[in-house]
């Protein structure tokens, strides 16, 4: 079993759709969470980074992380096609600046 | 703020040869750099962990010997490919790390390397 489990997709949604993309992990000793968005050919970006459990907003995005269910998510209001990309889940654990990836969720966002 | 460059972009290199890799924080100093590979419609796969001024830390099963690992100043982590072979084509990504917390590591654009 991997540490993050992450749905590769691929997740196609109409512009203007509520995007939801989420990971699931079996190391209860993650204390950090990332969310990056990387283009094809590209390196990523950080996009969310949280610490231990709770929302996070910046502008579009919001990011969950339910710590009892060992559950993160990504949310993306008001989608746009320049947000198909490939999402990346990351984690770490205390102590570790070693970041743990999800294998990414591709997103196609349709005009 | 937080940018990291990676030089080249792209390379090829014929079998046997080596190709050295450079990672760059260009807008704040890097007290750790982190290489890793990406296989096509895979996920980044850490290779080492190096601190400025000591020695890399490599992951299990990742030859020292073969990726050679640089961190000599602050701003500057290389990351040299030796006797190169056509399995070691691949996508590699440096991040580096020591703007506000660590564990927000920051990613170059990558460097495309393929081995003929």
């Known amino acids: 079993q991997k540490e993050v489990e992450q749905d590769p997709g691929p997740l196609s949604v109409p512009e203007g759709a509520i995007v939801s993309l989420n990971c699931t992990y079996s190391n209860s000793a993650f204390q950090y969470f990332m969310w990056y968005r990387q283009y094809s050919r590209k390196g990523p970006e950080l996009l969310m980074y949280?610490?231990?459990?709770g929302n996070k907003e910046d502008g579009r995005f919001t990011a969950q992380v339910d710590k009892s269910s060992k559950y993160i998510s990504l949310f993306i209001r008001d989608s746009q096609p320049s947000d198909s990309a490939t999402y990346l889940c990351?984690?770490?654990?205390?102590?570790?600046?070693?970041?743990?990836f999800g294998s990414g969720t591709r997103l196609l966002v349709r005009p | 703020g937080a940018v990291v460059s990676q030089h080249p972009s792209r390379v090829i290199c014929k079998s046997g040869t080596s190709v050295k890799i450079e990672c760059r924080s260009l807008?704040?100093?890097?007290?750790?750099m982190f290489w890793y590979r990406q296989f096509p419609k895979q996920s980044l796969m850490l290779m080492a962990t190096s601190n400025e001024g000591s020695k890399a830390t490599y992951e299990q099963g990742v030859e020292k010997d073969k990726f050679l690992i640089n961190h000599a100043s602050l701003t500057l982590s290389t990351l040299t490919v030796t006797s190169a072979h056509p399995e070691d084509s691949s996508f590699y990504i440096c991040s580096a790390a020591g703007q506000g917390e660590a564990y927000e590591q920051y990613f170059g654009p990558g460097t495309r390397l393929t081995v003929t």
């Open positions: 990351a984690m770490a654990s205390g102590g570790s600046y070693k970041l743990i």
């Open positions: 807008d704040f100093q890097a007290t750790t």
């Open positions: 949280t610490y231990s459990s």
